[in-house]
């Protein structure tokens, strides 16, 4: 088997998918190798297993193999993937709990040492950027982070620094995020360019009435801001309605958390769950909805999300703090106020 030109270390969604997967970088990373394909590049990903995919197979251009599993161990047995590959460059996508939860953090390290060797090159691309200042006993309650603020601070700092230090190269997607990463390189998350369903189709599909749709998109999160969209809601009353379209977030369901349930058994009567959204019905959404909420109080990282509703032009109102992430006109923002 001849060796690729890169091998990407990341999250995949599973076979004939795009959208699919227990994190957005799936979809974020299905569209990069794609887009590297396109451009001539041979591509083979390495991503976690998962139940009932094949360990190898093709996403059109796109070599997948699932060689490791999350946990513990899984960023160093996907470098020695990587490696085994021969491929000259290794991308591997971070977020902080991507690979197993804080269990799989400090494999970190030592994977990248282990990419680093032999003359290759390794590229990292951060999701999660954090100022380690802005860590505090709220960003570990709604983050669900068990260890005290000061080490959970140090932490953080320490993985964020060790990344810019032992990769080749570094990239954010967002200009605010470089300050925390000495040495990265901006590179916007992307817009996919989907083929548009028209508003009325799109309802008519979904069963919804003519009442003006807010949509909220995305696994369920403390971090969303999602319980303002549901005071928005219930002070709005019965002409709006409230679609929280997605499921409960995979690292809060394997905790046995209860975030998702307790949120929609505190939601209004005009407010609905939609629960997982197939890859199918995501354009559907997007086409039905008057607007889409991005609310994050306290952002540390590109929404994928919002790029799908710039994707499918459906109009957003983001939160201050997004804005000043993602540099967004002041059109688009929207007070943190269920009044406003």
């Known amino acids: 088997m001849p060796a690729p030109d890169v091998a990407l270390i990341t999250p995949y969604p599973p076979s004939g ?29 390495l991503a976690p297993a998962i139940a009932g995919e094949p360990a190898r197979s093709a996403d059109g251009p796109v070599e997948v193999l699932r060689p490791f599993r999350r946990g513990t161990r899984a960023l160093p047995h996907a470098a020695r993937a990587a490696r085994a590959s021969g491929a000259p460059v290794t991308h591997l996508q971070h977020e902080l709990f991507l690979y197993g939860g804080p269990g799989s953090v400090p494999g970190l390290l030592p994977a990248l040492g282990a990419l680093r060797t032999g003359g290759r090159r390794s590229v990292v691309t951060m999701h999660h950027v954090v100022d380690p200042r802005t860590v505090d006993a709220e960003f570990t309650r709604t983050h669900r ?12 700092g320490g993985v964020q620094s060790a990344i810019g230090r032992m990769a080749s190269e570094v990239i954010v997607h967002e200009p605010s995020f470089a300050a925390h990463v000495p040495g990265a390189t901006v590179v916007p998350h992307g817009i996919e360019t989907p083929d548009r369903t028209e ?20 696994f369920l999160a403390p971090y969303k801001g999602l319980e303002l969209a549901l005071a928005a809601a219930d002070r709005a009353g019965p002409d709006v309605h409230l679609v929280v379209a997605g499921g409960e977030h995979p690292r809060l369901a394997t905790a046995r958390d209860g975030y998702a349930h307790e949120l929609a058994d505190a939601a209004p009567a005009n407010a609905t769950f939609t629960g997982y ?3 199918a019905h995501v354009a559907s959404w997007f086409a039905a909805a008057d607007v889409a909420l991005f609310l994050y109080p306290q952002p540390f990282a590109a929404s994928g999300p919002l790029s799908l509703a710039l994707a499918h032009g459906t109009p957003a109102l983001v939160s201050p703090g997004l804005a000043r992430t993602v540099d967004a006109p002041d059109g688009l923002v929207t007070p943190l106020d269920a009044a406003a």
Request: glycine share 10%; proline share 5%.
């Open 199 to 218: 508003r009325t189709a799109a309802r008519a599909a979904l069963g919804l009435d003519d009442r003006f749709l807010a949509l909220c998109f995305g």
């Open 145 to 156: 982070v068990s260890a005290p603020p000061a080490v959970a601070r140090a932490g953080l």
């Open 17 to 45: 998918q795009r959208h699919g997967g227990s994190s957005g970088v799936a979809s974020y990373s299905a569209n990069l190798a794609h887009a590297l394909a396109a451009r001539g590049a041979a591509v083979r990903v």
């Open 277 to 279: 959204v197939p890859d």
